[in-house]
């Protein structure tokens, strides 16, 4: 390499640096620290070894790179701005003046990268732990479809970039032991180690042998002991690169604010601007001569002429091999278009199941198991499993051929997540954003360990599948720790999570059409582990009002006296009291609620064909808490359900102790009735 | 040791697995397995280790025994059972027919072990993780009590019993990190490494080299190659017990199921009854001929002859040794004796600050911090800290001989917990759990990280305090990842959680009154990043009525036309709308609504005098999403709030922008208004 080649090198090092502490500064706001430290190993995976085009920043067989620390957020946007990376549309995915508009409202420069704001944004990160566990599943979604269709583009390599709380945070640690186990030799974090946290040193909190723990639990690791060293930081990636069998963890010696003279190697330098006095001091440092925000010239050009170049080779190469793919292999082809463009197959819902009526019926957990083999039978890329509880949760694909996905069969779509909820959901989020369908199952009462990542699916508009069973105290003996009581309500309180609990076989089954066919919503879905009836729909009608998320299951002629509202298992209650009703004279509708945020999108004329404002007397049941259920019920109405934990019984003596019953719906309804016509 | 002796001991070991097996085979539902695989390690640990009175189970200087799998609870019954543990009212903690009615309504051989159910039961167990991170907590508090008051009677140890649940899930392995760094060396951990999870052979999710990466994070670590082999446990213990600045992993190959010829060492062993006919293979192959539930001649003895005799002479001796420290180090006795009480000093709450009025205000989290302080004064045994964000959080004790809690000062009163939030939050219950006033502080969107434990606090009724900042869109840059919009909704939802959020410093003031005086409940207290004014509480009335949960803050003369409620930073919003519509001679009262639940308590009368049903023009006013408000608005009310995630940009922007505004306050009052008097 010429001097000058490596002068421009340190000067694009240096712009990512200046940026990072102007763009800070002005926003008044943000992290400039690590971005200075990091600049350097940025620099050199960016544009010395990452494959990616930022022509065509959504190639499926891109290497995927993730900022976990996303607060370390303007080192990300000054790479993409600096690599020239385009917008789908042919604009820039971040501006010069978008970088200037860091942290204000509707820049794409959010405090933390926000997927979806700008191209090269692979994930949303910021919430620690949850980047790395991400990548985890992105590298899991490459190897599948590279294991699964043999289409050897698809085996990218992903990179993130992780902080001490990424490794420190629980989530992490279950992700990284995951990876090893898997062998995922395409997957590269990169440890900054810079033994600053906010508090002050690591040591206050931290004082393992990194090395070590990473390599107990499968990985390789090679350390860099400066940051600045380009040559050793390429080193520690050629030597990724030809590791196999397993991930490599490169740790990096960094200091933070490198090259503030005042507050480098600092938990000052993290987390506020450095003020203009120390900036202008690190610029000084950094011999930069430029103005504020200035890109010296030959900078965006080395970019172009090292990661644009091999990029656009290595697509143009990648469009070759597809296309010879495509024609030899027409049909795999035609699934991983599917999963590059998020589409479904045609015609996918005329697998959906229709059950026949039967008064013993099944748990909804069960159907859920038939309805899942059903759509996966037509889905191929619809592939996920359980945190050890398969067989509880009914979560299994069963064909012959579906297999385990494990480091010997990377084509397997049964996944054992290990006994890791959080991470599970977190590598469910990686496989979404790669295009897979990918679901997650363990018990209802669990969402509460891996809601940070049910939150960012939701955030991210991933339509994530949560199979969610044992969902109420129909559990019985298992007690309060294992029995759901306000996770419903909490599930619902999530923005852009659609929230299921279906009644039936069939419900079921439109529950798996609605959630499946959302292409931007991921879904809790909430099953008994008891049986309940599948309703005689000769009778009763089909069960296609599931998709509106609530609908009349049985009714009465003219006004009814009553409503009956429930949920999942509840709904049998209900249908029970309605008929204890009747023979009182007293008439009452059965409306069945699979899901709220559903109905709540149809329009006024159906919600008040559902739930007529004149009857203002209603009963809602759910095992659960109130929470939630007022704007349904209205002023006058009345629960019947949960205020507390549960206990430890068989499942009858529970509703019986609780008072969620026939007997009790009747009487709240009696009174209610009672209450109108005095 | 006598040949009889030995075989009383195959006999006690015997019977704990019996017993085990025919109360799971009775309930028709348990986990049968693992009470069989370690039996023999359980036995060991009480009979010949452990330093417990079962006659004193609540003894402060008790050595403390968690199982963390608590899925294996019939291993603690029969041990409690054997032991002859005592109730404080002298009844057995677990009798004979409490293990026949074991998952039974009532009986106190719940599912799981449900702390408060039966002496013995040190925390309650069954999401996993959780206990061994309890356990870290508990021998924290022995460390801090020793440390600080330098009474050597409460540096017990703690024992805990994990499965490859625990030490897979992200929780366990923050607590493992922590625990190591501390150098705990009154902490074991009994790790069973069966080989076997639900799913099947271990293998297929978990392939770690456990003791490499528990000696990575600072563990000693010891290999029993053979459960049944009483000798090398033995020496396992003894070796925990000569180790000095290490907690201590004992790794315990086991066979679960130990003893049934068809189903040990297999999944099937794990969660369900073995059925008679395996039970009676198992009995013969353990020369068992006792009947249903027997307890054989000698075992009960044994337990007298070892555990009680040795525990009733370490109480003996205890005694003499607190007896003397009381007389020479009165105060110090005093405070430890209050812990073991769970008392607080008398006239503690003459500490609470009042603020003077003050329009510029200050952030709540800065009140928080002053409160805290002055709090802690009177508290000593109020300890805790921050995951990571102390300075963020206002949530360091600042009096000079405060401390930090570390390997090298354990009278520290302030923790540095490292990113791990999890952790921080059940190792503060298993410092609740020891009497210690524990308080747990994070940003307030990362009680999405920590809610199992913080579900645990509820359920196990333990008054930690958890302290959570930057409460809404209020955050500003740092944007939809750091912003809280559903969660104060979603921690209403847990049962007996205080939910708080004080909208000035002199509500803050009283609501860690209300917090710290209530000795069943957490509290979770949402504080703003930004300045709130702090009312003219002579104009206005002082704060009292925040331990009410809610309160007129400004009323009008007369019955009002309108009611505008808020919390925190929104109930200045709702101050501003009140003058505004003034203005336009519209009457508002403002209410602050600090806490739902404790509101919810409050008389009819009460509820009726701030909230009478005769104004049903209400508006509530609120940073986050409307669940859980309907039951004070009523059915005309009208909600000023979030609906989905927040933005990054300068907060005054995100309210503006979110319509939660004065102006838009005043619409939604001025529109119900005119709909009432039309």
Known sequence: MTTSAVDTRHLAINTIRTLSMDAVQKANSGHPGTPMALAPVAYCLWNEHLNYDPQNPTWPGRDRFVLSCGHASMLLYSILHLAGVKNPDGSPSISIDDIKNFRQ?????????????????????????????????????????????????????????????????????????????????????????????????????????????????????????????????????????????????????????YGAPNKQDTASAHGSPLGEDEIALAKEAYEWAGEKFAVPPGVTELFADNLARRGSAAFAQWQTKWTEFRSSNPEAANDLQSIFDRRLPEGWEAALPVFPADEKGLATRSSSGKVLNAVAKEIEWMIGGSADLAGSNKSLIESEDAGHFSSGDFAGRNFHFGIREHAMASICNGMALSGIRSYAATFAVFTDYMRPAMRLSGLMKQPVLYILTHDSIGLGEDGPTHQPVEHLASCRAIPNLL???????????????????????????????????????????????????????????????????GTGSEVEICMQAAAMLEQEKISARVVSVPCFELFEEQSTEYRESVLPSSVSARVAVEAGIEMGWHRLLGADGRFVGMSGFGASAPFEELYEHFGITPEKTCQAARELVAAIHN
Chains 1, 2 share one sequence.
């Open 499 to 565: 929230v299921m609990r279906p009644a039936d076989a069939n419900e079921v089954s439109q529950c798996y059409g609605a959630a499946v066919s959302d292409l931007a919503r991921p879904t809790a879905m909430f099953l008994t582990r008891q049986n309940v009836p599948t309703y005689n729909r000769t009778e009763l009608g089909d069960a296609s009002g599931t998709r509106r998320g609530a609908y009349v299951l049985k009714d009465t002629d003219g006004v009814p006296d009553v409503i009956l509202m």
């Open 105 to 257: 409202f509707e820049s794409p420069c959010a405090g933390h990268p926000e997927h979806g704001e700008a191209s090269g944004i692979e994930t949303t990160t910021g919430p620690l732990g949850q980047g790395i566990a991400n990548s985890v599943g992105m590298a899991i979604s490459g190897k599948w479809m590279d294991g699964r269709y043999d289409f050897t583009g698809c085996n990218f390599d992903v990179y993130a970039i992780c902080s001490d709380g990424d490794v420190m945070e629980g989530v992490g640690c279950e992700a990284a032991s995951l990876a090893g186990h898997l062998k995922l030799d395409n997957l590269c974090w990169i440890y900054d180690d810079n033994e600053i946290t906010i508090e002050g040193r690591t040591e206050l909190a931290y004082s393992e042998d990194v090395a070590a723990k990473f390599e107990s639990m499968g990985w390789a690791t090679v350390t860099v002991e400066d940051a600045n060293d380009l040559d050793v930081i390429n080193a520690a990636f050629e030597q990724f690169k030809g590791t196999t069998d397993k991930p490599t963890l490169i740790i990096l010696k960094s200091i933070i604010g």
